[in-house]
């Protein structure tokens, strides 16, 4: 028996040494995962920007524009995508929110996707994604900038508002099926050691319900609640540790990418009132959920 048992806990050391070991080296390509082939943008439906990282890195993006923007200038939604996902998919939901809205979209896109040279990492996300906000701010210069990001792109999204001077600070961050932090991902993936090491083998330090508890901006938050990449719970935990909580809409039966599909009109409500409402707005009404 002791035999045995000494043979159990040997297999389960060596099997976390070989999952750390593995994390350590492989922990970009899980994070980041460019899709290898990518269609052209239909014609007419967005305009292809050039613009370039914080670090210079040459990148590219898409602007939408409103058929009958509600403001002059419109508002400027940056839309980050997530991680196995393609600016140019983006653009048919970016067209959607900018004629229902009245606002502009700008979905730009990283190194190492869509064609653009370069391995994505952690540090040249965070200049990319920089890279976009500078460009929207000295470029087009709107009244208002919200951030919006869908699974990875939430923490690139919380990350660029995090490092944004309170005069600058983004009207709102708009949260699609977020995750709480990297060390959480890895550990629904690992062994539960894993994390108890994290901070010495990650070069990965995305930590949005961090970052959203101090953030002095409202934060909307929408999940499907069968998400089985980015479980729901963690979309709650995000909104729920919001130093300013805008709205969080929970949509039944929708998964990790359908969630605009399936929640339908109350989705596009939700969006829709997140990229609009008021800065001030929020403060007077006070946290509000949807089911």
Known sequence: MATILTIAVAAALVWVLFTTLWLWRHQE?????????WPEVIEGAARRVEFTAADGHPLYGYLVVPRRPHQTPAPVIIAFHG???????????AGELA????????????????????SPTYETAASDAMGAMRHVQGTMRPARIVLFGHSL?????????????????????????????AREMAARMLVPPIPWLWRRISRVHYDTRSIVAQLDVPVWVAHGTRDVVIPARMGRQVFDAARRPGELLLVEGAGHNDVADVGGARYWRWITEAVSAPVGELEEEGDRRLP
């Open 153 to 181: 792109g939430s923490a690139l999204a919380s990350d660029v508002a995090a490092a944004m001077d309170e005069p600058q600070s983004p009207a709102a961050l708009v949260l699609q099926s977020p995750f709480t932090s």
């Open 29 to 37: 390509r899980v994070v980041f995962q460019p899709p290898g082939r």
């Open 83 to 93: 991680n196995a996902d393609l600016a140019v998919w983006v653009v048919p939901w």
């Open 99 to 118: 004629n229902r809205a009245g606002v502009q979209v700008f979905v730009p896109e990283y190194r190492g996707y869509g064609g653009i040279p370069g």
